[in-house]
């Protein structure tokens, strides 16, 4: 019987490498390399210019002014940084994946939300083109969504995945 | 579950690291910004009944005139180089996104005697009324937002400067 993550099954340790080609093992650190150079690159361009950032982020109209708009411009550059870290050295490679599952699945909601508002506007969803604040200055919405769909799909195979090669396993002491 | 749990502490561990690097750099950069200053409460008001008021005030394109030729400091909010490409004349370049670099430059150079006009690209952008709010911040009172910026400086055929000051 074939059993999946979903189902709780639990798989034979290390031998669970196998039950999917997306979780095969050179693919999972292809995948880990991609995120981090994106991840790093993106931070970079960030890190240091709080202002600019938080004004990119205050311009999708979820967070304003205030605290959270400048907490989030200050520590969400170094997260990034952080995540594209562990990726590269293969420590924390899941908690490093978590966080990017939910900054991407973040990221798509808001960039959805500003798609969405330019499309009310009259503007049409293939001419939509702006800075999405993300460092990697202006792009197309639907060309933004689908990257960040992938960089979402590629998360998810790295937190799902049974074993990663090539990285150290962190785990909490259990008492 | 067990993998899943782990995700999550690894995902604090890094969570908690971002933070205090986050904090600790931005507090020794020179663009660090305080992140919990009251930008929010700083008033902003285009009633131009308001004159000589304190606080940050919209104001159109002939009252900017009129206040420049009368003495107020100019400031400019864009980049260098848009600002080297053309400004209005006596304006001082202070770009929002580099208030490192211009704020020790640009702030003894203004005085609450007189009227500080900040303006930047054109009638879309924000940066002048962003810029006014960390002035009004930093102890300057009388503010004036240029809306219309340098697009409709020069676009009415007034006087232009290009260059570095």
């Known amino acids: 019987m074939k059993m999946t993550w979903s189902q709780g099954a639990r798989m034979p340790a290390g031998d669970r490498s196998g039950t999917h080609w997306i979780f095969n093992p050179y693919l999972l650190l292809a995948f880990r390399l991609l995120l981090a150079a994106i991840f790093i690159y993106a931070a970079v361009q960030k890190i240091g210019k709080p202002l600019a950032f938080a004004d990119e982020i205050r311009n999708y109209g979820v967070v304003d002014y205030g605290p959270p708009l400048y907490i989030m411009a200050i520590v969400l550059p170094w997260i990034e940084l952080l995540c594209g870290i562990s990726l590269v050295t293969g420590v924390g490679v899941r908690g490093a994946a978590l966080i990017l599952v939910g900054l991407n699945a973040m990221f798509l909601a808001v960039i959805a939300k500003k798609t969405i508002g330019y499309m009310g506007d009259g503007t049409p969803f293939m001419k939509i083109y702006f800075d999405c604040g993300c460092g990697f200055g202006e792009t197309y919405a639907w060309k933004k969504l689908l990257e960040d769909a992938v960089y979402l799909l590629v998360s998810l195979a790295l937190l799902a995945a049974p074993r990663h090669r090539f990285a150290v396993s962190i785990r909490r002491r259990s008492s | ?165």
Not at chain 2, 72 to 92: L, N, T, Y
Not at chain 2, 142 to 164: D, H
């Open chain 2, 1 to 165: 579950m067990k993998m899943l749990r782990n995700a999550i502490f690894q995902a604090m561990a890094i969570a908690a690291v971002s933070a205090a690097v986050g904090f600790v750099f931005n507090s020794y950069s020179r663009n660090g910004i305080n992140p919990f200053r009251g930008a929010v409460n700083v008033p902003v008001t285009a009633d131009t009944t308001q004159s000589g008021a304190e606080g940050i005030r919209v104001i159109e394109l002939d009252e900017a005139r009129r206040a420049i030729e009368s003495g107020a400091s100019v400031i400019d909010a864009r980049r260098k180089d848009e600002f080297d490409e053309g400004h209005i004349p006596g304006a001082i370049l202070f770009d929002y996104y580099d208030m490192g670099t211009y704020r020790d430059r640009v702030l003894p150079l203004l005085s609450n005697e007189k009227d500080i006009v900040v303006y930047c690209s054109e009638a879309t952008c924000d940066d002048s009324e962003l810029l006014a709010k960390e002035l009004y911040l930093l102890g300057f009172t009388k503010l004036l937002v240029f809306k219309g910026g340098f697009a409709e400086w020069s676009g009415a055929g007034l006087p232009v400067e290009r260059g570095e000051i």
